[in-house]
Structure formats: C-alpha cells, structure tokens
C-alpha cells in the first residue's frame, strides 16, 4: 500500500492534493448495457475518459457522439422490404 495515496471508498471522491487539480478518478456510473453491440461499445468507450485529465475528456466524448451518430445513421440505411409510402395506385 502507498502511503502518499489514501485510498477511497467507490463513489466517493479522491482527496484534494496539496492545492493542485485532483488526480484523474473514475466516477463508477453504472452503465447499463442496451442490447445493441455497436451502442454498448460506445458507451464503454466513456469510461476511458475517467483516466483522463478534464481537457482529455472532449476527444473522448466527440469519439463516442461520432460513434453513436454513425450507429443511428446505419439503423436508417440498413436495407428493408421497399416501402408503398407515396405510391398510389
């Protein structure tokens, strides 16, 4: 064990240093997996900004927003029966 480093309790927020920025912690949100591979990958990806400095994390998020757009964009292409919507007969 380390004495330099007190350990924390999960959920519970690291202990200032001595006036500096607090060391990068995990938050543990849990993150409930949605059944979609593709969507389930991205959400993990989140969990990489919790080793991350605060100005790391916009890199992490923007990764994941590209990430989750491009899934949703793949659900409206994905190919299906052709639709009779705006065909009269």
Known sequence: ??????ETEPG??????????AAPAPLNVPRTPTG???IDAQVRRLAD???LATDGHVEV???VHRGLRDA???LDTR???????????
């Not at 064990?1 to 007190?6: I, L, R, T």
């Not at 519970?12 to 920025?21: E, F, H, K």
């Not at 190919?79 to 007969?89: A, E, F, T, V």
């Open 1 to 6: 064990m380390n004495d330099a480093v007190p």
């Open 12 to 21: 519970q927020a690291p202990p200032q240093n001595d006036g500096g920025p």
């Open 36 to 38: 979609h591979p593709g």
């Open 49 to 51: 900004a919790d080793h």
């Open 61 to 63: 998020y923007e990764n």
């Open 72 to 74: 949703l964009t793949a």
């Open 79 to 89: 190919p299906g029966p052709p639709s009779n919507h705006g065909h009269r007969s």
